[in-house]
């Protein structure tokens, strides 16, 4: 049975077992990533990326690397992730190993357990190299996810489930004192807005991070209940995450 590897995979000799690894990308400035992956691109034959990787990472990479754009963009054109499949089978037994490069975490709503899962079920090798996620970008704006007395813990959503829908868990996570975090959020923000505002909690502190990280950030604070009309005023789209907790109003409290 194959496993995950977390040591760092050498270059493939002829004859050895095909393999794949799968690679945090980061939140989007390119200096955050891990230098386990920086010494991986370096040595890479064959990248895999994302939309949400940052190009500058490619250039990290060999002369001679095969680079594959296998991106999906947000409720637009994308590449099925059959597809993907596919490239990860033909080019680990064509080239011997292949980089795959997945913005943020690739294990936080990455799908990149899917990606290892098949790879497994092919016969190929797997290494996983973790990335910082974007939610973890919020402390550059003076947002910490947790602290003392005010947050101690963190609920992660899903803000668009695979039917489409909100998730669910959304209403568990109000019913607590965590710091809300919902990823993949930006087409639901009127029925979040509208689901904390009829469990009598629209004056709960909100913000929204767009393109966290990088030299373009924008951040908007307000309450959740205003957050349809905060996005369109500062002209706030995806890829952005959505906080709520009291743990936004932290930096302007003190």
Not at 198 to 209: D, N, Q, T, V
Request: charged share 20%; aromatic share 6%; net charge neutral.
């Amino acid at each position: 049975m194959n496993k995950i590897v977390n040591h760092l995979p050498n270059t493939p000799t002829l004859g050895s077992m095909p393999r794949l690894i799968l690679v945090g990308a980061g939140p989007g400035d390119p200096e955050l990533i891990t230098m386990k992956a920086y010494r991986v691109l370096q040595k890479a034959g064959v990248i895999l990326y994302d939309n949400l990787a940052n190009k500058e990472l490619l250039n990290f990479t060999p002369p001679g690397c095969e680079k594959i754009y296998v991106g999906k963009t947000p409720y637009g054109e994308y590449t099925p992730q059959e597809t993907i499949h596919e490239l990860i089978r033909e080019k680990t037994f064509a080239k011997g190993e292949v980089v795959r490069l997945k913005g943020g975490d690739p294990f936080i709503f990455g799908r990149g357990f899917e990606e290892i899962l098949y790879a497994r079920e092919q016969g190929i090798e797997v290494s996983y190299i973790p990335g910082i996620t974007s939610m973890q970008a919020a402390g550059i704006e003076g947002i910490p996810l947790t602290h003392r007395e005010i947050s101690e813990s963190i609920w992660v959503v899903t803000g668009t489930k695979k039917d489409g829908c909100l998730s669910d868990d959304l209403k568990l996570a109000m019913r607590s004192k965590a710091t809300v975090v919902i990823y993949m959020g930006m087409k639901k923000l009127q029925e979040i807005a509208d689901t904390y505002y009829a469990e009598g909690l629209g004056h709960i502190p909100a913000a929204i991070i767009q393109h966290a990280s990088l030299p373009r950030q924008k951040i908007a604070r307000g309450l959740v209940q205003d957050l349809p009309a905060i996005a369109s005023l500062q002209q706030l789209t995806h890829p952005s995450i959505i906080i709520i907790g009291q743990v936004v109003d932290i930096a302007g409290s003190l």
